[in-house]
């Protein structure tokens, strides 16, 4: 079984739940719910991605998919309203993990993309945090070569961090990506170094959740007996803290033992008693394979009918794409919320027809008092009445005509800052980003701002040779790519096949990294073969803001294009930092 746990994020505690996840999941969610519930608006951001982390995971390994859906939403609001790359990575990696595990929609894809949210991040925690995701995910998924060096990588960063708990999780994936590759014995011993690494920090379940891994690698090495123990106190433990998909992943392992040790009848019916759990929970992406063990028991139990039956239904399972069981508990929610503002609605409404009500019958009961006194100025009252009528009418229009002249104004001052061709900010947006960004103050202890200037090698050759409505796709593929690849940067096209990239506060450093990222990456594409481009290269230049040589946006720019000048004389598709810097 694969375990999900609470992984260090940020430098406030995420990993405090990570245990309690795996050991006490229910518990854990009705804790959350009542630490939200209680703080209400008074929950800082930080704490509650952080309560939001652990139940999320805590949903996952105990199976309730409403907990799931709820904790992924309110990162995405986190995310969204706070400008928070890592509460939108934890919503990514949640979706991830729970796709994947029940074989729903492209789960490895959505890890990637979660990824990429935090690329670049400087805390070694986050990036330790990052990695193991991206392990965890790739040994779920069964793509055992490309979860081991992301595996071996999480490891030591979890070493440099003195996180013993973190190598246990990383150690159990190794295990996980070697029993893929069916490597038994390397497999046992990577599980039994992680139960190590469990015991030191107390985490004594577990250590018992992770002999049910080691009992597969046992039971391969005809060690049956020892197999059937591990996998019996796990399964005990799991029952205990209502972890669904892990209880199934014992029965099953319980069954293949049983088998083993010669009491196929015994196994069969135990296999029979875990699908019919499985179909319950609806956890098909674990069905699949519990079905093949099935109709393996029923053919050794003289079943055969039943076997067949059982690989039908698995090749049927394989074949089928289920509707995604979050978002179906998303649209439940969305109703849920939409029934409760519709209700704050009906009562605001109700309250108004009160308040109107009462004011009707004040102006009945003066309207009786005057009635008299009106009578004789009944036709002025009339023409005041229509004079007003009027002026609130002309007064209406006007106002209306004001609101289409400011949304004509808004559309004509967004179009003035969109690149038409690629549809990202032009150059005249840019230059108001970077003016605004050199004139805010500036920290004391702050990395110094970069700049990016990109540049299509080649170019006019491209649309010499293909034409400019080609070309005009090769910069939208481009620019397609930089909108994803520059994470929290900001990037113009500024004219022609020349594109600026704006990271505030990320040290030259970083921008080094992010432009040869950049480069790789593009060079890495794969063009569309009716384009009659066979590859794509840039080249770019680096500078970064030190407040003396690059004092204005001018001189930025112009160290900035020097270094592109350098780059492209220097044989183009290369990144080339301005020495104008420091």
Known sequence: MLLLTVMPA???????????????????IIFVR??????????????????????????????????????????????????????????????????????????????????????????????????????????????????????????????????????????????????????????????????????????????????????????KQGRAREALALSQASLKQELAAGRISDSLDSRTDIAQAQAALGHHRQAYAQMREAVARARKAGINGQLIDMLRVESRLAEQAGDLRHALADEREAARLGSTVDTPALRAIEVELEQRYAVREKELRISELEHANELKDLQLKAAQADAARRREEQRRQRLVNLTIALLAAALLLIVGLLVLLLRAQRRHAAELQAQALRDPLTGIANRRAFQQRATELLGRPREAHALPHVLLLIDIDHFKSINDSIGHPQGDRVLRLLTDYLRIAVGSCFVARIGGEEFAVLC????????????????????????????????????????????????????????????????????RDQVVASKLVG
């Open 10 to 28: 940020v430098a406030a505690p995420m990993n405090a739940f990570r245990e309690s996840a795996v050991t006490n999941p229910h518990g854990l």
């Open 504 to 571: 505030p506060q990320a040290g030259l450093a970083a921008g080094l990294r992010l432009a040869e990222i950049l480069r790789a990456g593009v060079a890495a594409l794969m063009l569309p073969k009716d384009l009659q481009v066979a590859r794509l290269t840039i080249s770019i230049g680096v500078a970064q803001f030190d407040g003396v040589r690059c004092h204005d946006l001018s001189s930025w720019m112009r160290a900035a294009d020097l270094a592109l000048y350098a780059a492209k004389s220097g044989g």
């Open 34 to 219: 009542q630490q939200l519930d209680q703080a209400g608006t008074t929950l800082t951001p930080t704490r509650e991605r952080e309560l939001l982390w652990g139940m999320g995971t805590a949903a996952i390994n105990s199976n309730d998919d409403a907990a799931l859906a709820e904790a992924t939403l309110r990162l995405d609001g986190l995310a969204t309203m706070g400008h928070d790359p890592v509460a939108a990575a934890a919503a990514g990696f949640l979706r991830a993990r729970h796709d994947i595990a029940n074989g729903l929609g492209d789960g490895l894809g959505e890890a990637l993309k979660a990824a990429d949210k935090v690329l670049g991040e400087a805390d070694p925690e986050i990036v330790a945090w990052a990695r193991f995701q991206l392990c965890d995910a790739y040994a779920l998924d069964e793509k055992a070569a490309k979860a081991l060096p992301l595996c071996h990588q999480s490891i030591e960063a979890y070493r440099a961090l003195n996180d013993d708990f973190g190598i246990g999780d990383a150690e159990n994936d190794v295990g996980i990506a070697l029993a893929t590759l069916n490597r038994v014995g390397d497999a046992a011993t990577a599980y039994e170094r992680s139960r190590r690494y469990y015991a030191k920090v107390d985490a004594e379940q577990l250590v018992v959740m992770v002999g049910d891994n080691l009992s597969k690698m046992y039971l």
